[in-house]
């Protein structure tokens, strides 16, 4: 088995330290991400085969500030992982020699989807909500190397709306752009993080899928999210680290039709 | 000005013939398998069929939704499922994964596409991107503004179709799994427990809330979008009742025809929005259409339910030489009530209930049991599937 490759939100800058073999950043480009507190200006990032991350979904103003800049990339940018298939056509346009990553983290849930997405971009984020049949399935179908995640948060809604702040404006609460909520019924726990272009929240439980192993795939994905660089270090190490983990969907499957369920 | 579609929801046989009848130009709704509401009715082919020759029989359209996101299980089927849409000449199907789009496509199929809602496009780039699938009309996302509906409508030339009416998601549709995760049911293959309706504790405050979006409601800007060329106005809602659809396909309809005719008056807006609201029992406002919505377009406690008891019966028949009207009873009413009917080709008109006879002729009191037949007289000639509800507004004190 060849060596694991990883691709790593740099959610902090200590990140970037993070002296491990095979490892890429991934940037959260100010005004073009959400879920993520801090965000880099295009033209501070210096590293080589830097990834920019653009995970928001775009209006019409948007795509055209992001074509200028798209027109103008520095040569250290490798690529760019999207959740707005526009920047497809954008790419195709400007000609752009950039790795696309599609990463909409819902939506590539069968290899025959993922087989006609890989028509137009070169890798994608396999779904974070289906099992590890289905993830295994995929790999072994996938005309293209992928990126899996391996241990992160998983994103569990993206809304355009700021629900944090319309919540501290009705409540008179202070104004933060964090909190952790907790579904009352199910005591589900969700880490809320918003920005002026929306809110992102997530499961507030890690996947660990660190034992998922296969030969077609391009990267190992993690978001850091809440974790300190030294707990990354050690999760790139094998190791384990003291944080609520959860195998996520890998096991469980999701049914759709309250009848089927209940025979 | 140019005629622009009403597009109606039905979740089962009665609500599409409701839809129809209540001025719906087309109607989507979906197949037992691969829609985004699993747990309504819905159509089985046979009744599919069915539904595609009484609507072009009216010269109207009908469309399928196959806007699941697939799972490897549900591959297997997809294809023959979509041959069948195709040979009895359903006009469209509405999907959102890619690869129902492309395989529609493969297989050299005639019906159109449509690209679901639940693909988020909020720009022309990503409607281009749709448009070389061989998509022919986008469903734009409900938090696209006024000035990216025109710029999306410039860019790609392609058939626009905007939600209107209806229930919101809190997210980007498509882009939620809360319900995944709570409680397995899978949001994105039609199994929606809709957890962002439910409470929600802040770990660092006391507060109790929810996240509930209050209804969109696009009445006020229905000549501007005309005028962007937005080419369907759609209504949300597969799962609600006949009532529901009938009021508000009925209070749409007859707002296009006033556009067309220029008559629409301020009054007569916030009449028919005073009626839309009252019938979901919710607050509605425009939403994103022009900014962002505040803490003024949400719920976040113990939303007041209005009363949704207004449906009062169904007219069955109505026998012009006796003027005697056959209803079928939904909701408490009794002699005296001061209630409103309305219809296709009726304008809600005020009557007193009378006496009420049963089937047999008999004078009751009163009407309290659902789907019970009762029979009254009524001097205004009315049609089969008009309505009978309460009378809340009167038009005239907005005129």
Known sequence: MKEKSFLIVVTEKDILKLKVKNINFLFPIKDFSVGFLNTYDIDTITIPNAYLYINRILDNKDIKKLEKILATLKPNIKGICFTDLGIINLAKKLKLSLELIYMQSHNTTNYVSVNYYLDYVDSLLVSTDITENEILSILDHAKKKLVVPYFSLIETMYSRRTLLKNYQKYFALPNKQEETLIEENSKKEFLAIENEYGTVLYAKKFIDYRFIEHENILYYFINPMHLKQKDVKRILEGKEIAVDKDTGFLHQETYYRLKEEEK | ?399
């Open chain 2, 1 to 399: 000005m140019k005629k622009v579609e009403l597009l109606a929801p039905a979740g089962d046989m009665e609500k599409l013939k409701i839809a129809y009848l209540y001025g719906a130009d087309a109607v989507y709704c979906a197949g037992k398998s691969f829609g985004l509401r699993a747990n309504a009715q819905n159509f089985t082919l046979e009744e599919l069929k069915q539904a595609v020759k009484y609507a072009h029989r009216r010269h109207k359209r009908l469309y399928v939704t196959v806007n699941i996101l697939f799972h490897e299980k549900e591959l297997e089927n997809l294809d023959a499922y979509l041959k069948a849409l195709d040979k009895i000449f359903v006009d469209a199907i509405i999907a959102s994964d890619i690869l129902v789009i492309k395989r529609a496509k493969e297989l050299g199929l005639k019906l159109e596409v449509h690209v679901s809602t639940q693909a988020s496009i909020l720009n022309s780039e990503a409607g281009l991107f749709y448009k070389s699938l061989g998509v022919t009309r986008l469903v734009l996302a409900r938090e696209a503004s006024l000035e990216d509906i025109r710029k999306i409508k410039e860019k790609t030339h392609l058939e626009l179709e905007c939600f209107i009416h209806g229930a919101m998601c809190t997210s980007f549709s498509g882009r939620c799994i809360m319900s995944n995760y709570c409680t397995l049911r899978d949001a994105n293959r039609g199994g929606c427990a809709q957890i962002c309706r439910w409470t929600f504790k802040n770990k660092s405050e006391k507060e109790i809330f929810s996240m509930t979006p209050k209804d969109l409601n696009l009445i006020e800007y229905i000549k501007e979008l005309i005028s962007i060329g937005v080419n369907s106005f759609k209504v949300e809602g597969r799962m609600r009742g006949i009532y529901y659809i009938a009021t508000v396909i009925n209070v749409y309809h007859t707002i296009l025809d006033k556009i067309s005719e220029n008559t629409l008056s301020e009054g007569e807006i916030k009449y028919y929005l005073d009626i839309l609201n009252r019938c979901a029992n919710r607050d509605s406002t425009p939403q994103f259409v022009n900014g962002l919505p505040t803490e003024e377009e949400q719920y976040f406690l113990g939303r007041q339910e209005l009363s949704n008891q207004d449906f009062l019966g169904l007219v069955l028949d109505y026998n012009e030489k006796n003027k005697m009207a056959t209803i079928e009873h939904r909701n408490y009413f009794k002699k005296g009530d001061i209630v409103e009917f309305f219809g296709p080709h009726l304008e809600a008109t005020t009557y007193e209930i009378g006496d009420i006879f049963d089937e047999d002729g008999h004078v009751l009191t009163i009407s309290n049991h659902p789907k019970k037949i009762i029979k009254l007289k009524i001097d205004v000639k009315l049609e089969k599937y008009d309505m009978m509800r309460i009378k809340m507004f009167d038009k005239q004190d907005y005129l």
